[in-house]
């Protein structure tokens, strides 16, 4: 039966069949459906994993082998880093890399090929993954690694679904003494303040600052930097040795309703950003967190979603060149005093040099913001995407919900590279969503007029 389907931004919403499998019997048979797209724990805030028939993977979810010398772990598509991390933490490990949420799957962390605090240091999640099965539109189960099957391989990791289903995976972990943070505070007055703090805690494992995206004058972009490492046995107080390895808490809050959309409004928003600034009364703090507030904070709030109302909201992220970051940011930020609602979460971190053949990294500064959405704000982010472009920068395909597709096709220079491949395992569009056809990803008629060839280059 079809009914209205939506992601985490409750925007857009599509109308859909949702079906489930546990064996690859049942998936099998599913994919004589005349189009499909996998989708997870519905984490991703747009239309990446909507589409007219979607197959869930969260039925399809065991842990197959977690080797605690060596610390690899493997398990089908559909479990949750949350369900992992109950079970590795108490052992001595930890997530390579984790994004804001524990709540998505691992088949959907390698479609994002997701990033987290430490990607300067770490890269992304993909760089410490081993090897996976994947399903693909003939039928055929591919195991595909950095060195066998690797066109497969690289085009899959965020390659947003569209090269087939990811049944199994096989990554490192990472050693941890205990499940404890070392965290430090630093307030920033502006925008060159956080950056001069990012490059000067470089080595620093984990990094990223909320940003006052509101703020005018000379104190524009004025942030808190939070940063953090793992902390040892001898860093906790007496009554943390017992739970030195402790995992997460399962107690939550809920946003019951959603909020009414006027709760949202420039004079609320900035009336946020002037509390938590000033609630860090001192310039520095340092403390001994959970990791749990500290990698997941909002994950507390079951429903936090619903908080920007009805209509949903728009989670707009972007990247720019290490050498753009600075004055793009501000030309950014201004716009967005101009447009007049700024976000009450703004994150902005920094991204070492990437690797990765088709994914969102570059080395540079990357900003998210939640926007309600409300009448003019698309024309507005339209606005912003051609800036993003023209500072060489592009946008996140697993926070997009609306950008056209020449801002896809020009923002990613390997997307020409990374289409003939996917084509290769996915020959009649047998996955699509609706991002790419959004994106004439997978209604091809126009898709060579956006490509900037002279960016163009094969990997393989």
Not at 63 to 75: K, N, P, T, Y
Not at 268 to 282: E, G, I, L, P
Request: charged letters at 20%; glycine letters at 8%; proline letters at 5%.
């Amino acid at each position: 039966m079809k009914r209205k389907i939506t992601n985490w931004g409750n925007y857009p919403a599509v109308e859909s069949e949702l079906y489930h499998f546990r064996t690859e019997e049942e998936l099998k048979k599913l994919i004589g459906l005349p189009s499909v797209i996998a989708r997870g724990n519905g984490r991703c805030y747009g239309d990446s994993s909507l589409a007219p028939f979607i197959l869930s993977t969260l039925h399809f979810n065991k842990a197959l082998s977690f080797d605690m010398e060596s610390g690899i772990f493997e398990c089908e598509g559909g479990m949750l880093l949350d369900d992992i991390l109950q079970i590795i933490v108490p052992k001595g490990w930890f997530l390579p890399v984790s994004p804001g949420t524990k709540y998505i799957t691992v088949g959907g962390a390698i479609a994002s090929n997701i990033h987290g605090k430490n990607h300067h240091i770490d890269g992304t999640f993909c760089r410490h993954l081993i090897e996976m099965d994947v399903l693909t539109a003939d039928g055929n189960i591919y195991t595909c690694t950095p060195y066998q099957q690797s066109d497969l391989f690289h085009a899959t990791c965020g390659g947003m679904g569209l090269t087939g289903i990811i049944l199994r995976a096989k990554f490192y972990l990472k050693r941890i003494e205990t499940s404890y943070i070392k965290q430090t505070q630093i307030k920033a007055r502006d925008l060159f303040e956080i950056l001069d703090l990012f490059e000067t805690y470089r080595s620093q494992p984990y990094t990223m600052a909320w940003i006052d995206c509101l703020k005018q004058g000379k104190h524009v972009g004025r942030s808190i930097m939070m940063m953090g490492e793992t902390a040892t046995r001898e860093h906790l107080k007496q009554s943390h040795i017992a739970t030195a390895l402790g995992v997460h808490p399962q107690k939550h809050i809920s946003f019951p309703v959603n909020m009414p959309s006027f709760v949202l409004n420039p004079f609320s928003v900035r009336a946020f950003n002037q509390v938590f600034y000033m609630k860090n009364w001192k310039k520095e703090i340092h403390n001994i967190v959970h990791y749990d507030p500290f990698f997941y904070p909002l994950d507390k709030i079951l429903h936090w979603n619903r908080g920007y109302g009805k209509k949903g909201f728009i989670q707009y992220q972007f990247v720019l060149p290490i050498e753009n970051s600075k004055i793009g940011l501000i030309d950014i930020l201004k716009r967005i005093n101009r447009y007049g609602i700024g976000s009450f979460l703004a994150v902005l971190k920094l991204f070492g040099k990437d690797e990765s053949f088709f994914s969102f990294p570059m080395e540079g500064y990357t900003l998210a913001l939640d926007f309600p959405m409300k009448q003019g704000l698309l024309p507005f982010l339209d606005e912003l995407d051609q800036v993003v472009l023209d500072y060489g920068g592009r946008l996140y395909l697993t926070k997009d919900a609306r950008m056209k597709p020449e801002i896809f096709w020009k923002g990613y220079p390997n997307a020409e590279s990374w289409y003939e491949i996917m084509i290769k395992y996915n020959k009649s569009y047998k996955f699509r969503s609706s991002q790419s056809d959004r994106l004439e990803i997978t209604v091809p008629a126009n898709k060579k007029n956006y490509a900037n060839s002279t960016h163009i280059r094969s990997h393989f």
